[in-house]
């Protein structure tokens, strides 16, 4: 054979090399493929699997196989994954019959490409439907053929021979009811002919072959035989195999049939012993002996098992009812046992069975072997009867730690297989968990109050242990950092709280014992807000301890009350957003109950009836409140009211002129930022709203200022213009000075001294730099002396501008002499000498001085009676009171006589010198020599 293929492989080579098969498919030189059938009968589905050679060309993309003769299949496509190429599924299988010689073609779309050199395996599985020829031989053979993608050929391989033997009954099943060793049962047979399976009325005959221990009846009924719903026309025990029938079909059943064999109940067959069996069955015409599926032949066993937990959840003290019935045959007499299986998981340590089990409600007697719990039945017990076995919570037996499905076994002496049924414990948990708030509004910083009650088996410790509350999604948490006196357990603040995304762990503030009513409150410090968006919310508890949440009630979250405000009128009435009519306001709301509202930093009260916003800036506060006590959020609104025009002060304003000098500026300030215009020009304003600005009048021009506010308001002021050019005069009360002089020398013995300014027109006077106030027309300068020369500059302007100024300067002295002379007109003070208006002179033995003259030295005040010729001194705290013409004298009210009445000569008032000096509390002396008075005051 290796020969023939050196041969092949030679010739080729030169043929090709001389350009002679140029035209000519490629030769393949790999091995041929092997072919395995299972099953190898005729005209059954059979899985192919066609492996043992390699491509011998590159990018195939295509495979086609060729079976031969009367090979069928069942599908035109095949099931995507029952045709395998290298182990991948192929993208498509389509078979197709080539009429012309009887053979199939099955054509596979490969999902990988093969290469030269690859392995290659095709399997067809039985899903895919192709079908063993009906013919039985040993010399079929399949042809591979190599395509591109493109569907261009490549190449072909053939495969070695395969066998197909004659055909056989399918697809034996087997059904038994019950499936329990030693009773009798229902047996059903069913199978498919094959492709020489017909059989005949009467003649067609089905073997079956029992498993070994099966035992039949003495008699066999055919009336308890049914194939396809008919009588069997005969069933015979074979004489060669003592676990084998012989069945007769009574109709013909033909090729390719399903068939159904009923041995009833009554009929009796009793199973043989437990475990796995088969039966095996063959037919006259087929006669290979093909196997049933596997089947179970079961011990006895309960039926009917259920159990019922009194406590099903972890590491609690549970109790247990157990139910079943015995078996068709577990009869079970007294005294015999019933076996409970609790597995290593339930804890059966501390189990006291005493008193504490039941058997269809009779105490019985129980014991413990490891983890089954043995029961002595009390009395007997037939087949098929109820069963239930119930053991007390106080028995002591313990559910797992662990929540999960665990497996209970039963079974008794009699019905000894063991039959489980699953049981669920589940976590021990908290219950009853219900959740208030104290606002059920969007976004709302919230309070809640949750309740629950802890499970049955687990303590919470202390400091240890935590109550973990998870928020549902939507929950705001804006505090990152909660403090822990928000949150109270039982009334006590936490130990500690832990937060982590929407969980709050609380550490609890005492022990906590199981089946506790346990009260959670958290309180707006902690800064948890509603969801933004209305729905249903709610949280989910545990603890530690107890670590499976419990989901509350949900509490409905709804959208806060809103706040309305209407204005009247509804825009501001002035510029700028500014109202100059005062707005009354209107609250509301649509989705509360009630308003509440403040202006600036007021209280809040309940808004009732509507009210107006006064002149000024103003903030208006306002929220709603609804039906569950939500109060929705505070909307402020600004408000600017403004009805009072702007007042405009301009400076140098007399009797209606505006008094120019030569600079020609008029100034002044407004009481507020307005525009503001003088003679038509807009003026700028500085920020400390004065103004100004340099204009073109002359003398008796107008002068229009107008001015308007942010809000429109409006003033107009309309003056006229004065020019004034001349300075205005000073002048000074009680002061003797000299006409036009402008330094002004005076003394005294006061530490504090007032000067009095006149001015020849309205003004403004300084002293030394300080603008001095002034009552009428006098300005009054008061101020302390130093010892020494004190000199007081006075400059004065007039409302044009105009500047005069005159020096003052006032000697305070500790010791004032004054000195004068009879007939003289001058006199001395200290060491200035001052002009008298008229000279002192002698009238008995009294020497007469002008009034005016001692009352300035002693720098005292004088005030004159013109009806009365009342004159009235003041001086340290003294009032002195003389009358022209009269003796009588007044000092603080204590009456003095005169030597010689005070008199006017000349129009000059003159006074006794010696009275009003003493009077003073100075010294006086006479030189009679000189005719000198001295006067000495000390102070």
């Not at 490629?26 to 043992?52: H, K, L």
């Not at 408000?639 to 405009?648: E, L």
């Not at 107008?706 to 309309?718: E, F, V």
């Not at 400059?795 to 020096?807: E, F, M, R």
Request: net charge negative; proline share 5%.
């Amino acid at each position: 054979m290796r020969k023939v293929w050196v041969l092949l492989i030679v010739l080729s080579l030169v043929l090709n090399a001389f350009g002679i098969i140029s035209s000519i498919k490629a030769v393949s030189i790999a091995p041929p493929f092997n072919v395995e059938v299972d099953p190898i009968n005729g005209g059954v589905i059979a899985q192919y699997r066609i492996y043992g050679s390699y491509s011998d060309y590159d990018n195939v993309g295509m495979l086609k196989l060729y079976f031969r003769d009367d090979t069928r299949f069942k599908f035109d496509s095949a099931p995507y994954g029952s045709v395998l190429v290298n182990g991948e599924p192929v993208k498509g299988a389509q078979f197709k019959l080539i009429t012309s010689d009887n053979s199939v073609e099955l054509s596979l779309y490969l999902s990988k490409l093969i290469n030269k050199g690859d392995n290659v395996e095709i399997l067809i599985k039985k899903e895919a439907g192709l079908v063993n020829p009906i013919t039985p031989a040993t010399c079929y053979k399949v042809r591979v053929v190599y395509l591109t993608t493109n569907g261009a050929e490549l190449g072909a391989t053939l495969s070695n021979s395969y066998r197909i033997t004659v055909s056989s009954v399918q697809d034996v099943v087997v059904n038994v009811d019950p499936a329990v060793r030693g009773m009798n049962a229902l047996y059903v047979v069913r199978f498919l002919t094959g492709a020489k399976g017909a059989l005949r009325a009467n003649e067609g005959e089905i073997r079956i072959k029992f498993p070994e221990g099966t035992a039949f009846p003495q008699i066999l009924t055919r009336t308890n035989v049914k194939i396809n719903g008919y009588e069997a026309s005969g069933v015979y025990r074979s004489a060669d195999n003592p676990f084998m029938l012989r069945v007769y079909a009574p109709i013909d059943i033909p090729a390719y049939y399903p068939v159904m064999i009923e041995f009833s109940e009554k009929f009796g067959i009793r199973n043989p012993s437990s475990g796995v069996k088969k039966i095996s069955l063959s037919t006259s015409v087929e006669e290979t002996w093909i196997d049933s599926d596997p089947f179970i032949i079961y011990d006895p066993q309960v039926q009917n098992l259920s159990i019922n937990l009194s406590r099903d959840f972890t590491g609690a003290n549970s109790g247990f009812e157990i139910n079943f019935s015995t078996s068709p045959v577990g009869n079970l007499p007294k005294g015999k046992y019933i076996y409970i299986d609790f597995g290593q998981d339930f804890s059966l340590n501390n189990v006291n069975l005493q008193g504490f089990v039941t058997v269809n409600g009779m105490t019985a007697n129980a014991s413990v072997n490891g983890s089954v719990i043995i029961v002595e039945n009390q009395f007997d017990l037939s087949a098929l009867q109820n069963v239930s076995v119930v053991i007390n919570e106080n028995a002591g037996i313990v559910n797992p730690i662990n929540n999960g499905v665990y497996k209970i076994y039963c079974w008794t002496d009699t019905d000894n297989y063991k039959v489980s049924v699953p049981v669920t414990i589940n976590e021990s948990t908290i219950s009853e968990v219900v959740l208030k708030t104290k606002n059920t509004g969007i976004l709302s910083i919230n309070e809640f109050n949750i309740s629950f009650k802890t499970g049955p088996v687990k303590m919470l410790q202390k400091g240890k242990d935590t109550i973990n509350i998870t928020f549902d999604s939507g929950f705001v948490f804006s505090n990152e950092n909660m403090p822990k006196d928000a949150f109270k357990v039982n009334n006590l603040e936490v130990e500690n709280v832990a937060v982590n995304d929407k969980t709050i762990f609380l550490y609890i503030p005492q022990d906590i014992s199981p089946k506790t009513q346990v009260e959670v409150n958290i309180l707006s410090l902690a800064g948890i807000k509603n969801p933004a968006n209305q729905g249903e919310y709610g949280v989910t508890v545990s603890t530690s301890q107890e670590t499976k949440g419990v989901s509350s009630n949900k509490i409905k979250i709804i959208p806060l009350p809103v706040v309305e405000f209407t204005f009247n009128p509804s825009l501001p009435d002035g510029m700028n957003g500014i109202y100059r009519t005062p707005p009354e306001v209107t609250l509301s709301t649509s989705n509360g109950v009630k308003v509440f509202y403040k202006i600036d930093d007021g209280e809040f009260k309940e808004f009732e009836k509507s009210f107006k916003v006064l002149e000024g800036k103003h903030t208006v506060f306002a929220y709603a409140v609804d039906a569950l006590g939500n109060q929705g959020e505070i909307i402020e609104k600004k408000v600017i009211v403004d009805n009072t025009p702007p007042a405009i002060n301009i400076d140098s304003v007399s009797l209606g002129k505006v008094i120019f000098g030569a600079a020609k500026v008029v100034s002044g300030y407004v009481s507020e930022p307005c525009t503001l215009k003088v003679n038509n020009k807009v003026l700028d304003l500085n920020d400390d709203l004065k103004f100004s600005v340099p204009i073109d009048v002359k003398d008796g021009d107008p002068v229009i200022v107008w001015a308007r506010d942010l809000a429109g308001n409006q003033t107009t002021i309309l003056l006229t213009a004065k020019i004034d050019e001349t300075p205005p005069e000073i002048s000074f009360v009680d002061l003797n000075t000299k006409l036009n002089s402008s330094v002004i020398q005076t003394e005294t013995t006061d530490e504090n001294f007032t000067l009095k300014i006149n001015l020849s027109e309205s003004g403004k006077v300084f002293v030394n730099g300080i603008e001095v106030p002034h009552n009428s027309n006098t300005y009054i300068y008061s101020t302390h002396l130093a010892d020494g020369d004190n000199v007081f500059v006075v400059d004065a302007y007039d409302l044009a501008g105009n500047k005069s100024s005159k020096t003052v300067v006032v000697k305070k002295v500790n010791e004032k002499i004054i000195k004068l002379q009879i007939g003289s007109k001058e006199a001395i003070t200290s060491s200035t000498t001052v002009l008298l208006e008229q000279s002192p002179f002698i009238e008995n033995g009294t020497t007469l001085v002008p009034l005016r003259f001692i009352a300035e030295a002693f720098g005292s005040t004088v005030n004159y009676n013109e009806a009365l010729k009342l004159i009235t001194i003041e001086f340290a705290n003294k009032i002195i009171q003389v009358q022209v013409n009269s003796t009588i004298a007044l000092i603080n009210n204590s009456v003095y006589r005169l030597t010689v009445a005070p008199k006017i000569v000349q129009g000059f008032t003159f006074v006794p010198l010696r009275f009003i000096a003493e009077a003073f509390g100075a010294n006086v002396s006479w030189d009679a020599a000189t005719k000198t008075i001295t006067i000495t005051y000390k102070p």
